[in-house]
């Protein structure tokens, strides 16, 4: 790839990451201000504020991340900072995958309308804990970044084993822990939030028919307040849905197919990488009146103060 187009790459991952970085800061900062000035969140709140704090993380990480490897390649594998980087991204990728689950279910629980008992208990019973399931994902995503460092130490080991003896089978071990270890670990512990953000989707998809075909049968106009609450909320989630599987796709394929710092491909695929934490912020964002209406707030001050 001629150098210039990499430098284009370069400067859109930054644009992308930084952008990413002030919507999910913006994010954190308006529900802190609700939360200290009401003394508590809802539910909703809660997961929102959990999703862009991870998110915000998350992105710092991996932008500090990309650019130590980018320029000390060498230094990079010898060093502490690969398990370092390793340890915190592990650990928050996997805490953001089960907070966007856990909204996609809120956001079910809140818009269908099925009568079955079991869904009308899990409707009633689900905002009460959801703190103790954003603590349990923070448990699960400890247990999950464990998993995952035995094996960044297993390859970083192996590193020092090859440097030191010259064995060069150390590639092929590498890869063939990337695919027995790390594929399938990244498989089973994706696919379980994954799983729940699809059904969620499904049932608030089946949950709109039923209530559309209620509307035609009562004559009933089908732009009535339930409706509209069940397209803004699929709207929301299958434009989340995309860029989650965006997202997990490009992990399960980063386990195939690695990119060095000295691919042509590594920032283009850095930037599909994160492209979801960087576009999910804005899709919350215009999608909660509250956020909505301060950040449209923000946008009239700064267009006052540069006309001024």
Not at 8 to 17: A, E, H, K, S, T
Not at 130 to 147: C, H, R
Not at 220 to 231: F, N, W
Request: aromatic letters at 18%.
């Amino acid at each position: 790839m001629h150098p210039a187009l990499t430098a284009l790459f370069m400067l859109l991952f930054i644009l992308l990451c930084v952008l990413g970085v002030l919507a999910n800061a913006f994010i954190v900062w308006v529900l802190s201000r609700e939360w200290v000035r009401r003394g508590r969140l809802l539910p909703s709140d809660m997961i929102l504020i959990s999703l862009g704090a991870s998110h915000f993380c998350l992105q710092s990480v991996g932008m500090g991340n990309n650019f130590y490897y980018f320029l000390h390649l060498v230094e990079y594998r010898r060093g502490p900072a690969w398990q370092l980087f390793g340890l915190f991204w592990d650990f928050l990728n996997s805490a953001t995958f089960w907070f966007g689950s856990w909204l996609s279910v809120l956001f079910c629980m809140k818009v269908a309308n099925f009568t079955h008992p079991t869904f009308l208990w899990l409707k009633w019973r689900f905002p009460g804990v959801v703190p103790l399931l954003l603590l349990g994902s923070l448990l699960v995503a400890f247990i999950v970044t464990l998993l995952f460092f035995w094996g960044n130490h297993a390859l970083y080991r192996g590193f020092f084993i090859e440097t030191f003896s010259g064995n060069m089978a150390y590639k092929e071990w590498s890869r063939r822990l990337e695919m027995h270890y790390f594929l399938p670990l990244k498989l089973v512990t994706l696919s379980i939030p994954c799983s729940s953000f699809l059904v969620s989707i499904a049932l608030l998809v089946s949950s709109l028919r039923r209530h559309t075909r209620r509307m035609q049968h009562s004559a009933h106009s089908l732009q009535d307040p339930s409706a509209q609450a069940h397209t803004a909320a699929l709207k929301s989630l299958i434009s989340f849905l995309i860029l989650y599987l965006l997202s997990f796709l490009s992990l399960v394929i980063d386990a195939v197919v690695f990119f060095s710092s000295e691919s042509e491909w590594y920032w283009p695929w850095q930037i599909v990488t994160y492209l979801c934490t960087s576009v999910h912020p804005f899709i919350l964002i215009f999608s909660n009146l509250r956020l909505r209406g301060v950040f449209r707030q923000l946008i009239l001050l700064a267009r006052g103060f540069w006309v001024a």
